[in-house]
């Protein structure tokens, strides 16, 4: 299966130039062996210092494949224990870095944190890199900007995409089931994600594309007929899941940014991570994505019911929750942070009489989500994470984390909206 770029840079029915800055995407079965062939094109040809950047376990996967077939090539392997795309992870690589010299391309041989820490680095450096994905377990392989927790705070970094995806499909379909159910969540998550960006638009008129949508939205089809699949090694199935998690990463670069792919569900996987009122959790990020998919699916619901109810009342206006944010996000340093993304107060312009005019809109939007006992049938499928037990939350953590994790992003989705309405607090612990 080859992506074939330059279908996306035709015109837009939205009236955009979308931009595509991905040179090639490959998604076969042996693509690794295309790698010499790749690096003898003539973007490519002069680049004659290349570097590896990969970790123990993604060294034995695919690492050392890439070595036999790539003469002079020098490595970085780090240490999995503890790695995460944060910091300290970075500082590893660069020191790595720094003891191979000269370096004019490098290759990401890993899973999403390894090409995180990679394209963060080749930006800095100026460079080009090449994407070998070991496992389908994330949508950002082909992101411009790295996602890190940095001094316990998520930020997104701008970085840059990889020129050339080889996505061998022999390769990541042997990855543990545990990293593709982590994909496969994080490709669901965009269930929740378009319905932000959709609600957003029809109250404030945000820029949105429907082409974007729909190709989204063909991904998840195409995924939730691929889910008995992945559990036999059906290629095919793990074909397809690479093509939408790599088309959710294409969604990104022809928006601009990550609207697309991210609201809501990404918030609490983000608020979990920056360890804001939990410590320190042990899971993938697509698995934490899963969780919040499903509360967040939970929560929309039961509001769009008191929607088509009627029987409501909304504020005339929502002020930053400043005393809630200062009690909550009180490590060093996270409360300054969290006011700075929240500078200006995204609420202060929502009209709130457009609120209750665009009730039946709104709720036909959530419709469009699956309910949370229907996402947890396609994760079950994989054997995913979907609930906070899973994480090893207690119940009550669903209403804090509802309450909280907006602010981590200055991104209007549904969950800040609902702050408006007086059934706030009953739905965020339905």
Wanted: glycine share 6%; aromatic share 8%.
């Amino acid at each position: 299966m080859k992506i074939d770029v330059n279908d996306f840079l035709k015109p837009c029915s939205c009236g955009q130039k979308h931009e595509i800055v991905v040179d090639d995407i490959i998604i076969d079965s042996g693509a690794i062996k295309r790698l010499p062939e790749i690096l003898k094109r003539p973007a490519y040809a002069d680049k004659k210092s290349l570097v590896m950047i990969c970790d123990e376990n993604t060294y034995e996967a695919a690492g050392k494949e890439v070595e036999s077939m790539i003469p002079k090539l020098k490595k970085v392997v780090l240490d999995p224990d503890n790695l995460h795309a944060n910091e300290h992870g970075v500082e590893a690589a660069k020191i790595g870095l720094e003891k191979a010299g000269q370096v004019d391309l490098m290759i990401a041989v890993g899973s999403g944190t390894i090409h995180d820490i990679t394209r963060y680095h080749a930006y800095n450096m100026g460079i080009p890199f090449i994407s070998v994905p070991t496992a389908a377990s994330v949508d950002g392989y082909v992101s411009t900007v790295a996602a890190m927790t940095w001094n316990g705070c998520k930020k997104s970094f701008t970085a840059v995409s990889p020129v050339v995806v080889v996505a061998d499909t022999d390769i990541y379909k042997k990855a543990p089931l545990i990293l593709t159910a982590s994909g496969v969540s994080d490709l669901l998550g965009k269930y929740t994600a378009l319905a932000d960006w959709k609600i957003s638009h029809v109250l404030t008129d945000e820029y949105i594309c429907d082409e974007i949508c729909d190709m989204e939205y063909k991904a998840l089809e195409s995924l939730i007929a691929s889910l008995d699949g992945l559990t036999t090694g059906d290629t095919k199935a793990y074909e397809d899941l690479m093509y939408g998690l790599l088309l959710s990463g294409l969604a990104m670069q022809m928006t601009g940014n990550s609207r697309p792919a991210s609201g809501a569900e990404h918030h609490m996987s983000h608020f979990w991570e920056m360890e804001v009122l939990n410590d320190p959790i042990d899971f993938y990020h697509g698995e934490k994505v899963g969780v919040g998919l499903v509360l967040a699916s939970k929560i929309y619901h039961k509001a769009a019911e008191k929607l088509v109810s009627g029987d409501f009342t909304v504020k005339e206006s929502m002020e930053l929750e400043v005393d809630l944010i200062k009690k909550s996000y009180c490590k060093p340093g996270m409360f300054d942070t969290i006011m700075e993304e929240n500078t200006p107060n995204i609420l202060a312009d929502i009209d709130s009489k457009k609120l209750v005019d665009c009730k039946d809109k709104i709720v036909e939007i959530i419709n469009e989500i699956p309910t949370s006992d229907e996402l947890i049938a396609m994760i079950d499928k994989v054997q995913g994470v979907k609930s906070l037990a899973d994480l090893g939350f207690e119940d009550d953590f669903q209403s804090k984390t509802a309450q909280l994790s907006p602010y981590v992003r200055q991104r209007l989705t549904f969950m800040r909206l609902l702050k408006f309405f007086d059934f706030y607090e009953e739905v965020l612990s339905c």
